[in-house]
């Protein structure tokens, strides 16, 4: 069974920087495309980022480009997402999810993820 455990949420003012990170067991982590999603109160689950196995591809919501980078330490089983000038409408519990299909490919759907973490809130006030 995949277990995916998020951290590094929390409180920050506006044009701050989070780190968060998602801690991957009981899967082939390398095998493993890897996506960061998130939800605000009120509204549905968006893609936020996604990387490939290695690395080497990454995928990015418009909203965020520019303003967040996905990484990943297959060594550590570890996915990151880095956000830098955080926004008020940032603010949401965000997800790591994992797909093991098999495909190295950076999906942006949701519904093409296997496993889920619990979530992190992120509140960024303004």
């Not at 003012?13 to 082939?28: D, I, M, N, W």
């Not at 390398?30 to 996604?50: D, H, I, L, N, T």
């Not at 093991?100 to 993820?113: A, H, L, M, P, W």
Request: charged share 20%; with cysteine.
């Amino acid at each position: 069974q995949v277990q995916l455990v998020e951290s590094g949420g929390g409180l920050v003012q506006a044009g701050g920087s989070l780190r968060l990170s998602c801690v991957a067991s009981g899967c082939t982590f390398r095998s493993c495309v890897m996506g960061w999603f998130r939800q605000a109160p009120g509204k549905e689950r968006e893609f936020v980022a996604a990387i490939s196995w290695g690395g080497g591809d990454t995928a990015y919501a418009d909203s965020v480009k520019g303003r967040f980078t996905i990484s990943r330490d297959n060594a550590q089983n570890t996915v990151y997402l880095r956000m830098n000038s955080l926004k008020p409408e940032d603010t949401a519990v965000y997800y790591c999810a994992a797909d093991r299909s098999g495909i190295n490919s950076v999906y942006r759907r949701g519904v093409d993820y296997d496993y889920w973490g619990q979530g992190t809130q992120v509140t960024v006030s303004s």
